[in-house]
Nanobody, 124 residues
Framework: QVQLVESGGGLEQPGDSLRLSCAAS????????MGWFRQAPGKAREFVAA????????TYADPVKGRFTISRDNVKNTVYLQMNSLKPEDTAVYYC?????????????????WGQGTQVTVSS
């Protein structure tokens, strides 16, 4: 069993930066890809970013490309999401998830374990 716990969310102003963390326990993160998803009020959960098993490959959703960076530390069993130049449309609950697949899956169905989410609010 894998448990994922996100942290780092908060209330930020447009243009600010924020780093989310996702700590895993139970089994090592390095068994598969890790991803970040988000869900805004009244909207479906959407893909944000993914990183391959050993961090060599990353992929991003178009709305966050160039602003967000996903990284992982398999020794610390932690994955990060650095978010720069935040916009109000980035407001959402952010979830990390672990996949048993290699590569960088973007479909939520490919992820087995999910965290409880952390709220990010961007507002002036």
């Amino acid at each position: 069993q894998v448990q994922l716990v996100e942290s780092g969310g908060g209330l930020e102003q447009p243009g600010d930066s924020l780093r989310l963390s996702c700590a895993a326990s139970g089994r090592a993160l390095s068994v598969g890809a890790m991803g970040w998803f988000r869900q805004a009020p009244g909207k479906a959960r959407e893909f944000v970013a993914a990183i391959s098993r050993y961090g060599r490959i990353t992929t991003y959703a178009d709305p966050v490309k160039g602003r967000f960076t996903i990284s992982r530390d398999n020794v610390k069993n932690t994955v990060y999401l650095q978010m720069n130049s935040l916009k109000p449309e980035d407001t959402a609950v952010y979830y990390c998830a672990r996949s048993g697949l290699s590569g960088v899956p973007t479909n939520s169905d490919d992820y087995t374990y999910w965290g409880q989410g952390t709220q990010v609010t961007v507002s002036s």
